[in-house]
């Protein structure tokens, strides 16, 4: 299958502060990126999609200026938790569609602790 | 609201058993449909996907779709301890190739 990566694993950061989460498609090219979050014990929720040379598209209920999203290639997005607080504490996973029928792949995600 | 519905568990099968996942839609005009594998701490990995009606083997697992009945499930034959896992549901939800996830089974297999 194809390899999606995301850069840090792990991060921690003070109250305040703002945090980039890489995500990369190692083999393909993805037009189209997805970005999740997971808190403990509960199933994924979709945050936003990002697009290749475009805005990103953000669910309901989702800060848009909270979390930037930057779709800088066709292997590259990045989220950006700005102002952090404690509340953001996640897990944060990325996911790119790959081949005939766009199966989605998932990067390892990044934890994220705010102090 | 596009749903996704999947028992939470934990389903408990002994080792060598067949451990059955079930999963129903509410969209109907969904057209794909996935099962992810996720371990605690870590992200989803693919397990299969599905497009048309009937069955699809892989190795031990099964997937099986019934689009009249918005169902789909997942079989695993001779399931072992590294089995243990949650297991999501995932549709197309359309738009961008969306998935809409259910909130996942947990599955616990016993020595």
């Known amino acids: 299958g194809a390899v999606v990566s995301q850069h840090p694993s792990r991060v921690i950061c003070k109250s305040g502060t703002s945090v980039k989460i890489e995500c990369r498609s190692l083999?393909?090219?993805?037009?189209?990126m997805f970005w999740y979050r997971q808190f403990p014990k509960q199933s994924l929720m979709l945050m936003a999609t990002?697009?290749?040379?475009?805005?990103?598209?953000?669910e309901q209920g989702v800060e848009k200026d909270k979390f930037l999203i930057n779709h800088a290639s066709l292997t590259l997005s990045t989220l950006t938790v700005t102002s952090a607080h404690p509340e953001d504490s996640s897990f944060y996973i990325c996911?790119?569609?790959?081949?005939?029928?766009?199966?989605?792949?998932f990067g390892p995600g990044t934890r994220l602790l705010v102090l | 609201q596009k749903e996704v519905e999947q028992n939470s568990g934990p389903l408990s099968v002994p080792e060598g058993a067949i451990a059955s996942l079930n999963c129903t839609y509410s969209?109907?005009?969904?057209?794909?449909f996935f099962w992810y594998r996720q371990y605690s701490g870590k992200s989803p990995e693919l397990i299969m996907f599905i497009y048309s009606n009937g069955d699809k083997e892989d190795g031990r697992f099964t997937a099986q779709l019934n689009k009249a009945s918005q169902y789909v499930s997942l079989l695993i034959r001779d399931s072992q301890p590294s089995d243990s896992a949650t297991y999501l549901c995932a549709v197309s939800g359309g738009g961008y190739n969306k998935l809409i996830f259910g909130a996942g089974t947990r599955l616990a297999v016993h020595p």
């Open positions: 990002s697009n290749e040379g475009s805005k990103a598209t953000y």
């Open positions: 083999d393909f090219q993805a037009t189209t």
């Open positions: 996911s790119a569609p790959e081949g005939s029928q766009e199966t989605q792949y």
């Open positions: 969209d109907r005009g969904s057209q794909s």
